[in-house]
């Protein structure tokens, strides 16, 4: 299938997906924010699919944002804005909602709705040339509770504050610093160990992954253990149940690496 504005590329257990507008500093358009979530139940359907990278094209940037150019036809009415607004919520939400794990490697520019979308991996790695910014206020521009929550969750109630009330941007460090980004690479060099990163993930279980997603998901929702259904805590049950499981084990037991099959 060809996605308008993206390069979508399978070498299993890899798909990698760039943000294929590096002239505009891959900012995002109407059109691309609709079309993540079908590239999503692409990934999700495919079994031979582990790890899912996200990048931008070029070096400038993963992504500046939303495209601007777009809103005088996008967001030029109430209620445009407010299709315009679901279509990123419905985006961000088929990212965060992928079963299987997602890796923002971050060159450059990662701004507004670039930021947001970054916001939605499981892992953000970056070069030690990212900047990382929110200036929504510096074009009379608004974001979503859907958005600002996961912004709060990643770097604080202080730290939101100081992005959205300054616009400015952060360096590389800082977001280290924050727990942002989980690992800071060499310029030239975050590609490579962005993959690296993505081949160990996918050698791990499969079956143990989509159920520390859920639960890790079920924690952010429900506040703590405690307001989890109890058919969601007892669904770790079936992992200890699984292929993966017993293969996990008997894999210690003969001294050698686990061939995990997902199931």
Known sequence: MIHKGFALDIDSPIATITINRPS?????????????PQIATELQSNDSVRVVIFQGAGT??????????????????????????QNVDEACDAISSLTKPTVAAIEGYCLGGG??????????????????GLPAAKRGIAISHHHLEKLIQVVGHNEANYLLLTGRSIDANRALSLGLVSTITEHGKLYDATA????????????????????????????????????????????????????????????RDAHFTGN
């Not at 505009?24 to 993540?36: F, R, Y």
């Open 196 to 255: 690296a990163l993505a081949i160990e993930i996918a050698e791990l279980s499969p079956v143990s992954h989509r159920f520390h997603k859920q639960a890790l998901s079920d924690l952010k929702r429900y506040g703590g253990v405690r307001g989890i259904p109890k058919d969601s805590l007892q669904a770790i049950d079936a992992t200890e149940a699984s292929n993966d499981f017993i293969e996990g084990v008997i894999s210690f037991k003969e001294k």
């Open 60 to 85: 400038k940037a993963f992504s500046a944002g939303a495209d601007i150019n777009d809103f005088d036809t996008t967001r030029s009415t109430p209620q445009l804005a407010q299709e315009y607004r």
């Open 115 to 132: 930021f947001e979308l970054a916001l939605c991996m499981d892992i953000r790695v970056s070069s030690d040339t990212a900047k990382f």
């Open 24 to 36: 505009q500093l891959n900012a995002i358009t109407s059109e691309m924010w609709q079309q993540i």
